[in-house]
């Protein structure tokens, strides 16, 4: 079964914490990607990633970065947490151009609460 | 760009009753476009998907046809069970990306 797996289900961080997410795919994707999902918002891209060491921002990758040193694992990484960082966290992974092959594989989110 | 329109929810419904979830989109090509699913507690799950016009995308007794004239890939259950509770996104693609757009999504709310 493929899978993508995020390290924590629920986190409590205090503000001005440095906080990593990690996630791994077992299905040798090239892309992986990172959301954030809020009420009334939906989805929003923060970071996506085609390759290793190879990264783009999304539409809100202010306060975030991320590293891929490894295909299987791509990490959130929030410098210096703030209490509107409070949120869920969803990544997933994809292999090719999406318009052909298609889907998303998502984990399962990390629900980040900052203090 | 590209955008993916959703009727705003939630949708609350009694069991057996019939679902209708809209989706209009705009986009500069000729996208695919999906439905994916996300159960309480969990990531989004791809539901079904089309790839051209007048495809029609099925499973677990979810529909949605890609109307190309009117833009638009509606997602229908003729008889939603307690257990289809969930938020609904719907999503295109365009060839040669690596990137989808999402709507914000429509929580479907079914009572017994």
């Known amino acids: 079964d493929v899978k993508v797996t995020q390290s924590s289900r629920y986190l409590v961080k205090r503000t001005g914490e440095k906080v990593f997410l990690e996630c791994v795919q077992d299905m040798d994707h090239e892309n992986m990607f990172w959301y954030r999902q809020d009420p009334g918002l939906g989805l929003r891209l923060i970071y996506f990633s085609y390759d290793v060491k190879m990264k783009e921002k999304g539409d809100i990758p202010e306060g975030y970065s991320v590293s891929r040193e490894k295909k299987e694992r791509f990490s959130l990484i929030l410098e210096s947490a703030s209490t509107n960082q409070t949120s869920m966290y969803l990544c997933?992974?994809?292999?090719?151009?999406?318009?052909?092959?298609?889907?998303?594989?998502f984990g399962e989110g990390s629900r980040l609460t900052v203090l | 760009g590209n955008s993916v329109t959703q009727m705003e929810g939630p949708v609350t419904l009694s069991e057996e009753a019939f679902l209708t979830i809209n989706c209009t989109y705009t986009a500069t090509g000729y996208p695919s476009l999906f439905w994916y699913v996300q159960y309480p507690g969990e990531g989004l799950q791809l539901l079904l998907k089309a790839t051209k016009a007048d495809d029609k995308g099925s499973n677990k007794g979810f529909e949605a046809t890609y109307r190309k004239e009117t833009t638009s890939f509606h997602l229908e259950k003729g008889s939603v069970q307690v257990s289809d509770s969930a938020v609904y996104f719907c999503a295109l693609s365009e060839r040669g990306s690596y990137i989808p757009t999402f709507g914000r999504g429509t929580s479907l709310i079914v009572h017994p």
């Open positions: 997933a992974s994809s292999f090719g151009d999406l318009g052909n092959t298609g889907e998303l594989f």
